[in-house]
């Protein structure tokens, strides 16, 4: 059983496109994530919900809406895709917030070409 | 704010000692270790609290020395499959539970 699993693995797609990425966790856990990690392998966290709470909204542009219809999803839409959000995009879960193990899903790689 | 990790890369041969420092300018509450091997998700090894304790995975130990907002990663005897990049990542202690930062990473190879 995958804990943290993510949809699709990879995305290659056109600069202008729409695309969403899927996550689900069966943990149980309250709070996920949204990393990203770029080409130097920065790993910088986009937006963490709990309990569907949006709690950390980092400076991130508006193309990109987080949605967490239920505890055990958060999903990712981006809008108008650039060459710059070519990635790899981690979803995470863990129990709470901050202070806590958190257990990632396989990452997805996004490709804008 | 994000943590500082030193060294940025490291090389060692099967059997030998690393240590992985990681240091903020800011009070810590905690420290987290990940580990990353190549093309694969993050995984946790393990976390440290204030209160100066030191924890052990294996042959990886940490330590955490709240007044000097430091933390050190010990790898003794290292294997092959301690080949990745280890993260340290950070809650500050005014800000407990809700700015969990991730440092810029410190790459190891093991060869044989």
């Known amino acids: 059983d995958t804990a943290v699993s993510q949809t699709p693995k990879y995305l290659v797609t056109q600069m202008g496109n729409d695309k969403s990425i899927k996550c689900e966790q069966n943990?149980?856990?309250?709070?996920m994530y949204w990393y990203k990690q770029d080409s130097k392998k920065f790993l910088k966290i986009m937006f963490s919900?709990?309990?569907?709470?949006?709690?950390i909204n980092e400076t991130v542009p508006n193309r990109f809406s987080p949605k967490s219809p239920d505890k055990a999803h958060l999903n990712l839409h981006i809008n108008s895709l650039e060459l710059g959000d070519s990635a790899v995009y981690f979803c995470?879960?863990?129990?709470?917030?901050?202070?806590?193990?958190?257990?990632f899903g396989q990452g997805t790689r996004l490709t804008v070409v | 704010q994000q943590p500082v990790q030193s060294p940025q890369a490291v090389i060692l041969r099967e059997g030998e000692d690393a240590v992985i420092n990681c240091s903020s300018s800011k009070a810590l509450y905690s420290v987290h270790w990940y580990r990353q091997k190549h093309g694969e998700a993050p995984v946790f090894l393990m976390i440290l609290l204030k209160g100066g304790e030191q924890k052990g995975h294996e042959k990886i130990s940490a330590s955490f020395n709240e007044k000097k907002q430091q933390s050190s990663l010990y790898l003794t005897a290292s294997q092959l499959s301690y080949s990745g990049t280890y993260f340290c990542?950070?809650?500050?202690?005014?800000?407990?539970?809700?700015?969990?930062?991730f440092g810029p990473g410190t790459r190891l190879s093991v060869l044989p």
């Open positions: 919900y709990n309990n569907k709470e949006l709690i």
């Open positions: 995470a879960s863990s129990q709470g917030p901050g202070a806590v193990q958190a257990f």
């Open positions: 990542g950070t809650v500050q202690a005014d800000n407990y539970g809700q700015n969990f930062v």
């Open positions: 943990l149980g856990h309250d709070t």
